[in-house]
């Protein structure tokens, strides 16, 4: 017996690469697929943009505020947030899917995409990348000691009464799953599928390539990070490794990223008098297998405190250069665990800064060991 095709409205806040490769996938599939994401949010982003080999029964575009979001400021973040949910509940109103599948969505933009569902009968998928609630928990408390937790609880509210009113949960990790019982959700609303990286759109490339030469890096060794840097991320440990190297006359630190993170870096490194780092923005999404087959050893990074509601999924997508690693995340993270099980890597905890410098110069100056984790 065939299956219903079925309208369905993925939404992907962030615009990484393999949620739209779902959608595409579902397209072919027989399913009429709307891929909306954010045109507002300053991040790396996937191939968003409809092809000639998309089938007609795909279509993806942005929900725009007109502005960029001001990550820096908390209040002005939230009203963009809340706008932005106002904006992408009535598309799920116009538009009338089946199904809404919706990942990486803020907080209180989560809240009008579960009441636009309910009043259409309409239902929802929770695919739960990142807790939220609980980040916003975890970081308003420090923050802002007083108000900062009444706040945070407010957020830690908000995500269990939309879990709970979620249809069905993905879980990106196991680790998640007590979340959901402290919820008070049964075990079978949910399911476990960790993220993985578009392979089709992530050739391994050769060492030596156009992106390389373009940036000078064909007789270096270059340390690497790409993608977001943020609250659950300390970009002083880029700085750290740039400072434990420097005395190496052929090693780069390269950063790929935007934002105020990325200015503090190319700010204190001038201030410092550290040369051998190299901020740039972000690179086109067709450039990022370049990119990445650039780097020989690619960091990623996770505070402590972001263990628990989070896996830098960048990981899936270092994989795929065939590249050795530094994480500096929480040991009991899935994304440590996958890389240590490889042995694709060293992994040390974020707030061992002296461990991450040496584990940095380890790999880079033992050129077996990073051939052997690449390979790995």
């Known amino acids: 017996m065939s299956q219903p095709h079925l309208r369905i409205l993925l939404h992907d806040y962030t615009g990484h690469p393999f949620q739209v490769q779902l959608s595409r996938e ?12 954010s045109g507002s949010f300053q991040t790396p982003q996937g191939a ?3 092809t000639e080999s998309d089938p007609d029964s795909f279509d993806v575009q942005p929900i725009d ?16 947030e809340i706008r932005y949910g106002k904006l992408l509940g009535e598309e799920i109103r116009q538009w009338s899917p089946d199904v809404v599948v919706t990942a990486n969505t803020p907080t209180e933009a989560m809240t009008s995409v579960i009441k636009a569902c309910a009043a259409a009968d309409i239902r929802v998928v929770n695919w739960l990348q990142d807790a939220y609630g609980t980040a916003a928990y975890r970081i308003l408390r420090k923050k802002i000691p007083l108000v900062g937790h009444l706040v945070g609880l407010w957020y830690l ?3 269990r009464v939309q879990l709970r009113r979620s249809d069905h949960v993905v879980l990106i990790s196991e680790d998640f799953e007590d979340l959901l019982r402290r919820s008070g959700i049964a075990s079978d609303c949910w399911t476990v599928i960790p993220n ?5 759109e992530m050739p391994q ?11 000078g890096l064909d007789d270096r060794i270059c340390v690497l990070y790409t993608g977001t840097l943020g609250m659950k991320h300390n970009p002083g440990l880029l700085l750290d490794a740039a400072r434990a190297v420097q005395d190496l006359a052929n090693v780069t630190v390269v950063v790929v990223s935007e934002g105020d993170a990325a200015d503090w870096l190319r700010q ?6 550290i040369e051998n780092l190299k901020v740039l923005p972000f690179q086109p999404y067709e450039e990022l297998p370049d990119v990445m087959a650039s780097g020989d050893v690619l960091v990623a990074l996770l505070e402590l405190d ?4 989070s896996v830098p999924s960048k990981v899936m997508s270092y994989f795929c250069a065939g590249r050795s690693m530094v994480l500096a995340v929480p040991g009991q993270n899935l994304a440590a665990r996958t890389v240590g099980s490889a042995d694709a890597g060293l992994v040390v905890e974020p707030t061992d800064t002296t461990g991450f410098s040496a584990a940095v110069r380890r790999l880079v100056t033992d050129a077996e060991l990073r051939q052997r984790m690449g390979e790995n």
């Open 26 to 37: 579902l397209a072919r599939r027989g399913h009429t697929v709307r891929h909306l994401y």
């Open 48 to 50: 968003l943009r409809k």
């Open 65 to 80: 505020l007109g502005e960029m979001i001001d990550k820096t400021s908390f209040v002005k973040r939230r009203f963009a």
């Open 268 to 273: 204190r490194a001038a201030e410092s008098g």
């Open 205 to 215: 490339r050769p060492r030596a390539n156009p992106w390389s030469n373009r940036q």
């Open 306 to 309: 972001a263990g628990v509601f």
């Open 157 to 159: 509210h908000l995500e």
């Open 196 to 200: 993985w990286a578009p392979l089709d």
